[in-house]
């Protein structure tokens, strides 16, 4: 059963003719990859010699990409929440991946809960919009949310590619799932991931899917099959150990994403299926990504921080090989999902991205004025793009780029344009304004924020950790007790 919970917060109406249904249903696959530089993909003309992403490029080739696409969050969490509900995910109260990792009202709609009740879903791979510890209740697992399946792990950014048991205690090895079961696994977490797509489709080829795969690779830690390493190293001497294991890990991705589509065009689905492939952010520095020409990385609000490859295919609907210069954010996956599916061409349903399929389909170049992004009062760091203009903001200081002649953002033209950047600084200022309040407390802007408030949060983040390290041994004790009754009467 879809739920049906009313969205009431002032919301921006979709935008955009909407498409007859086809006879057959389309079906839907979002292929989301984590931390993937904006150069470690090849149809990137700046990616260094040794990036390689066949599978990737080719769906460029029979889709349509967009060369200025954003996604809303400079993290991994508040991206995947905004692309779950098409609109800021500030609205809910996430700015930071700690706001979204600790999982907002669950009783709010998000993506499977929009689509027609014909549609069957899975969440596969990373989730990061809630944690686990009401287990086993789950109020922030995903079929909790409308997915009627799924194979992923839940709270924490990254997830160890090899240890797949669930009472393991390290900070990367946290439960799996298959629906709300915790499991064990064996193999390389990304091929896992990849096999679990491809056995959905199998099992569902018959009837309109929803595919959502969120793969983790290739955000830390940097882990890779030994053989594959070694033809890297081998290949490219001079390469550092951590990127060249990178490059292990963003192979084994990109094969798993040419399995995903292999099996789609074997079953004759590929045609009427909308995919979406995007990363939840920009590259990280942390693991030697590669965002060339952007400025920044994962964690930043420049370019190099929000910026994503982005590619849209639907061949039963509109051709392929093309680009589109006109910018766009990862909110509008789910508006363009619900015009392509939509049975009544008069539907409109609100939210804060807008259908792409205007532009997909040649029918417009227009889309979004303004867009947003805001780490809320912490950092102090937030942005506005209005078209080619873009201002930056951390705490105190402002600058100002023209990304049509400075995609890297390297000269600031503050000084030059001060009524830009007071409009702009506006315009910001109303939409912060209509935002909810940061979900772990804390204020939406920092001039608002109290002097001890880092402090304080930091004390309950540490708090946070200590609990969940004592639920996971207390949780290791009773399955070993469990396994073994002599010891607990010992």
Avoid at 204 to 210: A, D, E, G, Q, V
């Amino acid at each position: 059963m879809k739920m049906t919970t009313a969205i009431c917060v002032p919301l921006v109406l979709i935008a955009g003719a909407s498409l007859n249904a086809a006879t057959t249903p389309p079906n839907i696959v979002v292929i989301l990859t984590d931390d993937q530089g904006f150069a470690d993909i090849s149809l990137n003309p700046h990616h260094p010699q040794e990036v390689s992403t066949p599978h990737m490029d080719a769906l460029a080739k029979e889709g349509v990409t967009f060369s200025q696409a954003y996604t809303s969050g400079h993290v991994c969490s508040p991206t995947r929440a905004g692309l779950m509900l098409g609109r800021y995910q500030q609205r809910v109260g996430v700015y930071s991946a700690g706001d979204g990792g600790r999982g907002f009202d669950p009783q709010l709609p998000i993506f499977p809960a929009f689509l027609p009740g014909e549609y069957v879903s899975t969440a596969i791979g990373k989730w990061h919009l809630g944690l686990d510890e009401d287990y086993p209740a789950l109020k922030w697992h995903a079929m909790n949310r409308g997915f009627d399946e799924c194979y992923k792990f839940m709270g924490r950014g990254g997830h160890d590619y090899f240890d797949l048991h669930s009472d393991t205690e390290s900070k990367s090895a946290h439960p799996l799932y298959r629906n709300k079961e915790r499991i064990d696994d064996e193999g390389y977490l990304t091929d896992r991931l990849s096999e679990e797509a491809i056995a959905f489709i199998e099992r569902n080829k018959t009837r309109p899917f929803f595919l959502y795969l969120a793969y983790n690779a290739v955000h830390a830690p940097p882990q890779a099959p030994q053989e594959t390493i070694a033809q890297y190293r081998k290949k490219f001497p001079d390469l550092d150990d951590k990127r060249v294991i990178l490059m292990a890990m963003l192979k084994h991705l990109d094969d798993g994403i040419g399995r995903v589509v292999e099996k789609l065009k074997q079953e004759e689905l590929f045609d009427n299926t909308i995919l979406f492939f995007l990363t939840d952010n920009g590259g990280s520095k942390a693991m030697s990504a590669n965002n060339t020409p952007l400025r920044g990385f994962k964690g930043s609000l420049y370019e190099g921080g929000i910026r994503t490859p982005f590619i849209v295919s639907w061949p039963a609907k509109f051709s392929g090989g093309r680009t589109v210069n006109t910018p766009v954010i990862s909110l509008d996956i789910l508006p363009t999902v619900l015009d392509a599916v939509a049975t009544n061409p008069e539907t409109k349903n609100e939210f804060d991205g807008k259908s792409l399929l205007p532009l997909l389909t040649d029918q417009s170049t227009a889309h979004h004025d303004t867009l947003y992004w805001s780490e809320g009062g912490d950092s102090g760091e937030w942005a506005v793009r209005s078209g080619d203009w873009k201002l930056h903001a951390m705490k105190d200081k402002q600058q100002l780029f023209n990304l049509a002649h400075d995609p890297g953002e390297k000269t600031d033209l503050a000084a030059e344009h001060p009524e830009r950047v007071k409009k702009m600084n506006s315009a910001f200022d109303q939409w912060i304004g209509e935002m909810a309040a940061p979900i772990s407390g804390g204020s939406k802007r920092w001039e608002d924020r109290p002097a001890d408030q880092l402090t304080d949060r930091k004390k309950e983040r540490r708090r946070q950790r200590a609990e969940r390290k004592r639920q996971r041994a207390a949780e290791k004790k009773l399955k070993k007790s469990n396994a073994n009754p002599q010891d607990s009467i010992k």
